[in-house]
């Protein structure tokens, strides 16, 4: 690699993805032909032909320092298996992607038992892990796909993307929270404001933010900051405006530069989540957003943070299935490019 990998990083290899990828007579999984993480461990990224680059962040420290729930680790775990046995076909292929493998965390000190001031400085110790090897990627042309954990990577991810473009980078966020508190101490809640003041993120978007789940003191800093947004209220209840409406505005409004996409999991109703919601998008609508997204060329990177599928019994492989189906959207429609 250009730069070693950092030692909280768990490569997958050929044998790992073979071990969950289920053979049948006539058909192809994608997870037979794409690339193993462990066979670039001494290469450059530039050096792998795939496109995307899929890894996992398991961890739940970040909700947990912002006073929320955990479960969030365990997304990966369910997605894997899923994402592996999707359908090799024309419109999805496995050689554009380098499963890379996900972070291990809990043996940083502090992240199970620390108070809440200690694990806000394991936040941070992981935003420098998720920017580093975000930074990596994106300098390398490549995309990053990023499942699980908390919001609190956003601030990583942006971070990492803005230092391998070299420039500030523009985010769309379907969320219910904006996650724009103050800058306290790093959490789930505030890895956007945080992004904003280190000035990794330039224009900022949120599409069907809750009313009844953002408060006015965090509203007022964002208009100061210029941060866009529509409200599910506006969409949904008093149908001010359309969803897709809603979805291209914003787009429109980030789109013009290289932007990250964000979707919080807790925005799908129903979807279990670190807070899950009864009321939020469908499925299809959070798979057209994402459709819609990826189609712009500067789409620089997928997050999938707060599935929380271990809140939920039984609930892992549909948890699973959904997130594979989200990326694979994405896949595709990048690849139309």
């Known amino acids: 690699m250009e730069k070693e990998f950092n030692p909280n990083l768990q ?9 969950i990828c289920s053979l049948r007579e006539g058909e192809k999984k994608i997870g ?3 690339f193993a993480g462990s066979n670039f461990l001494d290469q450059s990224f530039k050096d792998c032909p795939a496109k995307f680059v899929v890894f996992g962040i398991p961890e739940d420290v970040g909700p947990l320092a912002n006073c929320g729930r955990g479960g969030a680790d365990s997304a990966w775990k369910a997605f894997l298996p899923k994402f592996v046995n999707l359908q090799e076909s024309n419109l999805l292929k496995g050689s554009d992607v380098l499963l890379l493998g996900s972070f291990d965390f809990k043996k940083l000190d502090g992240y199970e038992f620390g108070s809440l001031k200690h694990l806000r400085e394991v936040v941070g110790q992981i935003d420098e892990a998720v920017s580093d090897l975000t930074g990596q990627i994106t300098k390398s042309g490549k995309m990053p796909i990023v499942i699980g954990g908390g919001h609190n990577n956003s601030y990583g991810l942006l971070k990492g993307t803005s230092k391998g473009l070299g420039c500030s980078v523009n985010c769309i966020n379907l969320d219910p929270h904006a996650d724009y508190r103050a800058l306290e101490g790093r959490h789930s809640g505030n ?9 990794y993120l ?10 009844n789940y953002n408060s006015q003191e965090m509203l007022n800093r964002m208009e100061l900051d210029l941060v866009d947004y529509s409200t599910y209220e506006a969409i949904f209840l008093r149908e001010e405006i359309d969803y897709l409406d809603a979805v291209n505005i ?29 009321s939020g998008i469908s499925s299809l609508q959070a798979r057209q957003y994402v459709h819609h997204a990826a189609r712009l060329p500067n789409a620089r990177y997928l997050h999938l943070p707060e599935a929380a599928p ?8 549909q948890v699973g299935k959904m997130l594979s189906y989200l990326v694979s959207d994405f896949i595709k429609a990048k690849s139309q490019f």
């Open 11 to 19: 490569l997958l290899s050929s044998e790992d993805i073979s071990k």
């Open 32 to 34: 037979e032909s794409m």
């Open 191 to 199: 890895g956007f404001s945080y992004a904003k003041d280190r000035g």
């Open 202 to 211: 330039e224009k900022y978007s949120i599409v069907a933010l809750h009313e």
């Open 250 to 278: 914003s787009l429109t409004f980030v789109g013009e530069a290289p932007f990250g996409v964000e979707l919080d999991c807790d925005a799908i109703e129903n979807f279990p989540s670190s807070a899950q919601s009864p």
């Open 310 to 317: 271990s809140l939920v019994e039984g609930s892992g492989p």
